[in-house]
């Protein structure tokens, strides 16, 4: 029963759809019919109904100009009469017998990077060509359709036409890559004047070779450029030449490490075995910004000088302090150096940056050899050489009989005399290891010494000799009174390494701050003449 049920649904809606169809088929005939009754006569041009078709319905409004009655010519008309007979393979120069002239315009849009390791650098931008080619010129076709010259638009070309016209094969010689874009198009455009000429426009990203110099590197001034030339023609069949006006330019580029001082262009021959060639070469004049050199390395190394003179004030006894510290900062001049090398070729001269550097590891590898030159002099055995000279130096004077040198007049040299023990009774103290009991020890014998010049002197022996003996002595008792509490020549065993401190504490400083003010000035005085002569040049 339900098999029947829908047998007889089928068959109904199959009639219904054919009554339908009837219907619209009568309707259809009948509009047909009117529109031919209401048209012209005249049939219409089939292709050309089939080739604008689709624009108009989509631009109705621009239909009426690209097909107008009056007879205004199109894109296929310009086409087919420039193409016609047209041969790629034929250069402008074997028309008409001399060499054509390229002009060449370059729109900068980003440059960068500038690899120093590589020594290369990157430049983005639409080159320009213009030529004129006899062929193009379609000056001839608007005078045969009655239509004006003056003032009309050149024709862009089509992609797809590109590729069968001539083109300018050139090439830069100085890239290491380079490439064409083709996101989301082929970035390449052409257009046709009237006259004639030829406008070739492409959008490149080249990587051109630049060869720096890292003399005063990080004040230096590169000199980076790209060349550009024909790879087949030369000087006889094309000729290229800057654009008279607006040759070079640029949107405004900022890049990380340097600052664009000036862009450059002049033109050039290379000879060859096939030829002369013509060429461009576009120069770009690149200062680098000390900022990030100064902060990551100048003001590091500074400091680490600094650091480094702060020992002279520690106790020379303070071993573990002063080690420390010395070993501390050269280590910490070594990394800087390898580090600033490191993002350079391996190159023989010597940069700027590095003779800052070795400047500043001489200063702390100095400050840390100090330190040693006071240890070795605060030894026993020196202390000892030293004692063994006092007492060569009072066999001397004991056999001459004069007691005191010419220049140590108000010193004993030693703690014997001639007037024996009771006139210098010097305690004799142990020669120890320990600096602290050493520096006790000798403030014990200047506490002594104060207090045997303030004894009376009694004398033992009526002779003359003796009586010349003791005037002197108190003549040199009472130079010795009025220096106060100042330390004899004889106290030089401890007090001679301390005092290499003292002279370190001005000489290290001092002479860091000249050279300082040295280095800067003249190399940044250096910098600006070197890029004032790259600009004049």
């Not at 239909?63 to 034929?90: A, N």
């Not at 600094?306 to 501390?328: E, H, K, N, Y």
């Amino acid at each position: 029963m339900f098999a029947l049920y829908c047998l007889t649904l089928t068959v109904l809606v199959h009639l219904l759809s054919g009554a339908a169809q009837e219907t619209i088929d009568s309707d259809s005939s009948t509009t047909v019919t009117t529109t031919k009754t209401s048209t012209t006569p005249e049939t219409p041009d089939p292709d050309e109904s089939a080739e604008y078709i689709d624009d108009y319905y989509e631009y109705n409004e621009y239909e009426e100009d690209v097909v107008d009655t009056d007879g205004e010519i199109d894109g296929t008309d310009i086409l087919q009469f420039v193409l016609q007979g047209y041969d790629g393979r034929v250069s402008p120069s074997d028309l008409t017998k001399k060499p054509t002239n390229v002009t060449i315009s370059i729109y900068v849009t980003n440059l960068g990077p500038i690899s120093e390791q590589n020594m290369n650098f990157g430049v983005d931008f639409y080159l320009r060509h213009t030529w004129v080619d006899p062929r193009m010129n379609w000056t001839r076709l608007l005078v045969e359709n009655n239509l004006t010259v003056e003032g009309r638009p050149p024709y862009p070309i089509s992609t797809d036409y590109i590729g069968r016209m001539w083109l300018v094969d050139s090439y830069f010689p100085t890239e290491v890559e380079a490439h064409i874009h083709d996101v989301t198009t082929p970035n390449k455009a052409l257009w046709i004047y009237t006259s004639g000429k030829v406008l070739y426009d492409t959008r490149v990203t080249i990587v051109s070779k630049c060869a720096m110099s890292f003399t005063y590197f990080p004040f230096d001034v590169q000199n980076c450029s790209f060349k550009l030339q024909s790879f087949t023609y030369n000087i006889k069949d094309v000729i290229f030449h800057w654009a008279a006006e607006n040759a070079i330019s640029r949107e405004d580029i900022e890049l990380a490490q340097f600052t664009i001082e000036g862009i450059k262009y002049k033109e050039y021959t290379a000879k060859f075995p096939a030829g002369i060639y013509s060429g461009l070469e576009a120069v770009f004049i690149f200062k680098r910004s000390v900022g990030f050199y100064l902060m990551q390395t100048y003001v590091p190394a500074f400091l680490c000088v600094v650091i480094s003179c702060v020992s002279f004030w520690i106790r020379r006894d303070a071993t573990p302090a002063r080690a420390s510290l010395g070993i501390t900062t050269v280590l910490t001049i070594v990394t800087l150096i390898s580090g600033t090398s490191g993002s350079l070729p391996r190159i023989s001269y010597i940069k700027a940056i590095e003779i800052y550097l070795f400047v500043c590891l001489i200063y702390v590898f100095g400050a840390l050899l100090e330190f040693a030159i006071v240890c070795y002099y605060s030894k026993p055995r020196y202390q000892r050489y030293f004692e063994e000279k006092r007492r060569t130096k009072k066999k001397k004077r004991t056999m001459t009989g004069n007691p005191y040198d010419d220049d140590n007049s108000d010193c004993p040299a030693s703690n014997t005399g001639l007037l024996g023990q009771h006139l210098y009774p010097y305690p004799q103290y142990p020669m120890q290891s320990n600096l602290q009991q050493r520096s006790s020890a000798a403030s014990r014998m200047a506490t002594h010494d104060s207090e045997v010049f303030q004894r009376p002197i009694t004398i033992v022996d009526r002779s003359p000799q003796h009586q010349t003996f003791v005037a002197r002595l108190n003549t040199s008792r009472t130079s010795t009174r009025n220096r106060g509490n100042k330390h004899n020549k004889c106290s030089f065993i401890i007090s001679e390494p301390s005092r290499v401190d003292v002279i370190s504490r001005i000489v290290f400083p001092l002479t860091f701050i000249l050279f300082n003010i040295g280095y800067w000035i003249g190399y940044v005085k250096n910098a600006g003449a070197v890029l004032s002569e790259m600009l004049d040049a």
